[in-house]
T-cell receptor, first 117, second 113 residues
Framework: GAGVSQSPSNKVTEKGKDVELRCDPI?????LYWYRQRLGQGLEFLIY????????KSGLPSDRFSAERTGESVSTLTIQRTQQEDSAVYLC???????????????FGPGTRLTVL | GNSVTQMEGPVTLSEEAFLTINCTYT??????LFWYVQYPGEGLQLLLK?????DKGSNKGFEATYRKETTSFHLEKGSVQVSDSAVYFC????????????FGGGTRVLVKP
């Protein structure tokens, strides 16, 4: 079946502009995650949605970052007033949302490469 | 808090050589451990995992054993192929921190024919 999809695949923007990144999870997956991968570094957790629970926003680096999810479907990550240090690949993942988290595999999308000039 | 440390790359080796990528972790509670792989131009994929001490995860000829006493989860493959060239990420998930993954910095592996 279809995997996690993200759009756009590449985004170039000017410093100070707002950007929106989109993630379409695998159908039936109740959990959705956003991560950031800066050049040459590992992935950093940003935010996690699980069903109707309040999202875990503990990884958002500043109040310029926000994310929404419509039900158990599409999610958008918004970065306001972008800065050069926001340049990174933004990865989305989804999972079934199993109670036994050790068996709840996350499936990743191809990412959106954001470049802030 | 949780953290994962893995050896820096790049690691360059010849086909059929033995590969080891070291990974150690710090975590609260009893984490689950993972290796993810990112092939050139592709998305991140789960390679293998282990959910409790002394478990061995294996896939595609790769193995890693969950060592609680040394807080390690080293990745090994006995005979690498050119197609194993990729970036490998060690990660953990700890129940105390919910379902989010904590990743190491990644290790780039280049296998030459």
């Amino acid at each position: 079946g279809a995997g996690v999809s993200q759009s756009p695949s590449n985004k170039v923007t000017e410093k100070g502009k707002d950007v929106e990144l989109r993630c379409d999870p695998i159908s039936g997956h109740t959990a959705l995650y956003w991560y950031r991968q800066r050049l040459g570094q590992g992935l950093e957790f940003l935010i996690y949605f699980q069903g109707n629970s309040a999202p875990d926003k503990s990884g958002l680096p500043s109040d310029r970052f926000s994310a929404e999810r419509t039900g158990e479907s599409v999610s958008t990550l918004t970065i306001q007033r972008t800065q050069q240090e926001d340049s990174a690949v933004y990865l989305c993942a989804s999972s079934l949302g199993l109670a036994m988290t050790s068996t709840d595999t996350q499936y990743f999308g191809p990412g959106t490469r954001l470049t802030v000039l | 808090g949780n953290s994962v440390t893995q050896m820096e790359g790049p690691v360059t080796l010849s086909e059929e050589a033995f590969l080891t990528i070291n990974c150690t972790y710090t975590a609260t509670g009893y984490p689950s451990l993972f290796w993810y792989v990112q092939y050139p131009g592709e998305g991140l994929q789960l390679l293998l995992k282990a959910t409790k001490a002394d478990d061995k995860g294996s896939n595609k000829g790769f193995e890693a054993t969950y060592r609680k006493e040394t807080t390690s989860f080293h990745l090994e493959k006995g005979s690498v192929q050119v197609s194993d060239s990729a970036v490998y990420f060690c990660a953990l998930k700890s129940g105390a921190a919910g379902n989010k993954l904590t990743f190491g910095g990644g290790t780039r592996v280049l296998v030459k024919p």
